[in-house]
């Protein structure tokens, strides 16, 4: 089945550590985000990447970095400068890239806890 | 960057009630959603909408682009339509979808 896959699904991490968050899709969708999600709150966009090679910031970018080699795959690492990590993230795909959004499909999410 | 405002923020409904939810935003949109999020957090798509209405079972939504908001009715609520209602739009030259802050909705059986 077509979709978006992130994993894990549940991640611990100590103080001072870096995480990587994945993200996999194959359904051909050129555009690919990052968002975060705290508690009773909205959805806040951190990355996005319209075409292969390319990302441009969010509104909340900083203490997170993304890379963009291949066009199924979007990973989010999540580092120590990262004031307050511990949230739910989720990552979207829509097929269009550089002629807009399109309609935007998410994928289950991964909640990160930072002990 | 564009604003979006949901209201309410909060709603109790007794199964099988009916109810609308509202979304504006300040600027045109290029893109507009509503989304569902399950207990479990998943986001559902329920429609793709930047202008005119559409139907789907008991849901159904409109947006008048033109007075910058849009409404989505729920009919014959169920207990399985609780959980939070997004609707995120994009801006007329934008390429990024902005969230508002959610409805958070509960059926009550």
């Known amino acids: 089945d077509g979709g978006i896959t992130q994993s894990p699904k549940y991640l611990f991490r100590k103080e001072g550590q870096n995480v990587t968050l994945s993200c996999e899709q194959n359904?051909?969708?050129?555009?690919m985000y990052w968002y975060r999600q705290d508690p009773g709150q909205g959805l806040r966009l951190i990355y996005y990447?319209?075409?292969?090679?390319?990302?441009q910031k969010g509104d909340i970018a900083e203490g997170y970095s993304v890379s963009r080699e291949k066009k199924e795959s979007f990973p989010l690492t999540v580092t120590s400068a990262q004031k307050n990590p511990t949230a739910f993230y989720l990552c979207a795909s829509s097929i269009h890239g550089v002629r807009g959004t399109g309609e935007l499909f998410f994928g289950e999410g991964s909640r990160l806890t930072v002990l | 960057g564009i604003q979006v405002e949901q209201s309410p923020p909060d709603l109790i409904l007794q199964e099988g009630a009916n109810s609308t939810l509202r979304c504006n935003f300040s600027d045109s949109v290029n893109n507009l959603q509503w989304f569902h999020q399950n207990p479990w957090g998943q986001l559902i798509n329920l429609f793709y909408i930047p202008s005119g209405t559409k139907q789907n079972g008991r849901l159904s939504a409109t947006t008048v682009a033109t007075e910058r908001y849009s409404l989505l009715y729920i009919s014959s609520s169920q207990t399985t339509d609780s959980g939070v209602y997004f609707c995120a739009v994009s801006e007329a030259a934008g390429n990024k979808l902005t969230f508002g802050g959610g409805t958070r909705v509960l059926v009550k059986p």
């Open positions: 359904l051909n969708h050129d555009a």
């Open positions: 990447s319209q075409i292969v090679n390319d990302f």
